[in-house]
């Protein structure tokens, strides 16, 4: 398989899953004059679905660099995307059910609704860690060089941060759920700074390549 089409796939299904995040947009019951008051109960939902845009959104434009440094792929890859690709798609689920916990606001259901959505984020950090571990075990698939190593120095610590990031997140979140949410918001921002400097070095990185 050639690597422009599993990008093409890949590039589908976040498209697809971004997609879908809006359909639990939907219009609220409310009496004759009172549709802004009904608009601004739905706060959660709005919440709900700028963060987990920003976040696959960010883990997308990850995906798409960084496979912008292979000129090959094998079995082994397709099946680490395929996986990634998996975790990417479970957070529609807890998208919607932080959504309707901020709704409900019962303090224990909301608790298990940021844990669920952390447990998967941290599931995400850790298929982009494996990928990270395998493509630089395997210079081959990819189109830099000698540089190789420098372009791993400078970002084979981010997926393992955002994990213990996450984690972090997940315990907080038993003694505080706004701390924990805190955390959460924290680990998308980081994911961001961390594709700043994965794109940084990529670049740098190929440019030296040719």
Known sequence: MKVDRMQAFSDGVYAILITILV??????EYRAGHLLAALVKQWPTMFAYIVSFLYIGTVWLFHHDFFQTLKLTN????VINLVMLFSVT????????????LTVGNVADMRVAFI????????????????????RHHSELTKMKQDQQHFYQAIKFDPIRSVSIYGLAILATFFSIWLGTFLLLAGIVYHFV??????????????ASK
């Open 90 to 101: 479970l957070i529609d689920y807890p998208t919607a059910l932080v959504a309707h916990s």
């Open 194 to 207: 961390a594709y700043l400097r994965l794109s940084k070095s990529m670049r740098h990185v190929l440019k």
């Open 75 to 78: 079995t082994s890859l397709n």
């Open 23 to 28: 359909l639990d947009f939907n219009v609220p």
């Open 116 to 135: 669920y959505y952390d447990l998967v984020a941290l599931f995400i950090s850790l298929t982009f860690a494996w990928l990270y571990t395998y493509v």
